[in-house]
């Protein structure tokens, strides 16, 4: 079983910068693609970002490229966000989940396909 734990989240100033990082507690954490989502308040939850099990392959929300790199450090099984150029649309909270398949070799942005989730942690980007 995965079980992701947040952390890194903040209070931030538009055009600052964040890394949040998910660790995950599994032995074959390299086998699963690993996502990141978040949910603003009365939105509904939406991918941002997400890695293959080896890293080879990574997924970014149009809102989101350019500015936010996700990245994976398999022996210490945790996966990063870093994020850039925050901008107040961005306050949410976000969250890391496994994929709910391990060595599926695409990356997934249906919340669907990701069956662990972490409690979240809360992003807020002041103007």
């Known amino acids: 079983q995965v079980q992701p734990v947040e952390s890194g989240g903040g209070l931030v100033q538009a055009g600052g910068s964040l890394r949040l990082s998910c660790a995950a507690s599994?032995?074959?954490?390299?086998?699963?693609?690993m996502g990141w989502f978040r949910q603003a308040p009365g939105k509904e939850r939406e991918f941002v970002a997400g890695?293959?099990?080896?890293?080879?392959?990574?997924h970014y929300a149009d809102a989101v490229k350019g500015r936010f790199s996700i990245s994976r450090d398999n022996p210490k099984n945790t996966v990063y966000l870093t994020m850039n150029s925050l901008e107040p649309e961005d306050t949410a909270v976000y969250y890391c989940?496994?994929?709910?398949?391990?060595?599926?070799?695409?990356?997934?942005?249906?919340?669907?396909?990701?069956?662990?989730w972490g409690q979240g942690t809360q992003v807020t980007v002041s103007s």
């Open positions: 890695i293959s099990g080896n890293g080879g392959t990574t």
């Open positions: 599994v032995r074959t954490f390299s086998g699963y693609a």
């Open positions: 989940a496994s994929d709910t398949f391990p060595w599926r070799p695409v990356v997934l942005t249906d919340a669907g396909a990701y069956r662990y």
